[in-house]
């Protein structure tokens, strides 16, 4: 299946600063897909990212806060911008897996504390 | 909109028993239904792709079932070990196409030693 690499594996950061996520693939994939996962909670997809185009954004989630970067067909960004301890979450990157069946691949994850 | 639901949300148990997570889901035009792990912390592992077509699939000591009609499925852990434990996640589709997934909110699991 599918491997994806994503950094950092964790960050504390300042509130106010902004911090970027990335996330490279080790096959071609059309789209990549930015999940959050706060505190206690489940996974809620933040977009989905597809090469050549803009972002899509769930309800919710706007491109000032979280750009996204989609430079070619196995690696992507998210950037968290002027964060809050609100922010402080788990960000993960994931994939749609032919080799799984189109099942979902996923990165192992950024844990992100904002202080 | 799709929406999942895991029954129940914590369970605790002792090492060796048997035992049934729960999913369901309000929209049974999915092609796919996946069960994850996520140890705390941690990123997602895959356990389990049940396709649309399929009824049940087997790993190891895990069994996951699917009825599309009823809109459930169950993830079955056989002989649990102190190395089960760990937050239990179903996930579907979202909608047409490669849309990501929908999760429920996961059972998180503890088997005593």
């Known amino acids: 299946s599918a491997v994806i690499s994503q950094k950092p594996s964790r960050d504390i950061c300042q509130r106010g600063t902004s911090l970027t996520i990335q996330c490279q693939v080790d096959s071609q994939v059309t789209m990549m897909f930015w999940y959050r996962q706060q505190p206690g909670q489940s996974l809620t997809l933040i977009a989905t990212?597809?090469?050549?185009?803009?972002?899509?954004?769930e309800s919710g989630f706007v491109i000032d806060k979280f750009p996204i970067s989609r430079p070619n067909l196995t690696f992507s960004t998210l950037t968290v911008s002027n964060m809050s301890p609100e922010d402080s979450s788990i960000y993960l990157c994931?994939?749609?897996?032919?080799?799984?069946?189109?099942?979902?691949?996923f990165g192992s994850g950024t844990r992100l504390t904002v202080v | 909109k799709q929406e999942v639901t895991q029954i129940p949300a914590a369970l605790s148990v002792p090492e060796g028993e048997n035992l049934v997570l729960n999913c369901s889901f309000t929209d049974s035009a999915i092609y796919n239904l996946q069960w994850f792990r996520q140890d705390p912390g941690k990123g997602l592992t895959s356990l389990l792709l049940?396709?649309?077509?399929?009824r049940e699939q087997t790993s190891g000591r895990l069994n996951a079932s699917l009825d599309k009609s009823s809109g459930r499925s169950t993830l079955y852990i056989a002989a649990s070990q102190p190395g089960d434990s760990a937050t239990y996640l179903c996930a579907v589709p979202s909608g047409g196409g490669a849309d990501g997934l929908t999760f429920g909110k996961g059972t998180h699991l503890i088997i005593q030693p």
């Open positions: 994931s994939v749609e897996d032919p080799a799984l069946g189109y099942g979902y691949t």
């Open positions: 049940i396709q649309s077509s399929q």
């Open positions: 990212a597809n090469q050549g185009s803009e972002a899509t954004y």
